[in-house]
């Protein structure tokens, strides 16, 4: 079975748990939790008729950045041709555990099944997340 979809806007990546220091409580931050309901929700409409996956499974993550506004035609297409790659937040790991988070106990049982993971920063004309999760 394999799932494809796409989040399109700004790419959050997995911020830190905070603490509330009046009461000793940790919690995920809100555009955290905002953003995994979006990946959940994309993912809903793109795939309508989805069953849970309980066998191994496998991820490609392709995170399109927007191009800074002030670039240059050329580098705008060196940039589009994937010559030069994003290097700025949200790190690489963080926009994977993004999803991850979003998809477990929802797409797949357990995050202990994704045995391949594959994630990469491109720059893109849309800001956007591109997600194929495959059961192999």
């Known amino acids: 079975m394999i799932y494809e979809f796409e989040v399109e806007g700004k790419i959050v990546g ?19 939790k905002e953003y995994e309901f979006l990946v959940q929700q994309s993912f809903k409409v793109q795939n309508p008729n989805f069953e849970m996956l309980d066998g191994r499974v496998a991820i490609e993550v392709i995170a399109y950045m927007s191009i800074p506004k002030n670039t240059s035609k050329v580098k705008t297409q060196a ?12 790190d690489i790991d963080n926009i994977a555990k993004s999803i991850l988070d979003a998809m477990n106990k929802f ?13 990469e920063k491109r720059y893109g004309e849309k800001e956007k997340v591109y997600v194929k999760i495959e059961e192999y």
């Open 79 to 90: 940039m589009l041709d994937n010559q030069i790659s994003p290097t700025k937040k949200p």
């Open 14 to 32: 997995k911020e830190r748990p905070r603490v509330n220091m009046y009461t000793g409580m940790v919690y995920t931050p809100n555009r955290t």
């Open 107 to 119: 797409v797949f049982k357990d995050d202990n099944q994704v045995s391949k993971i594959s994630v």
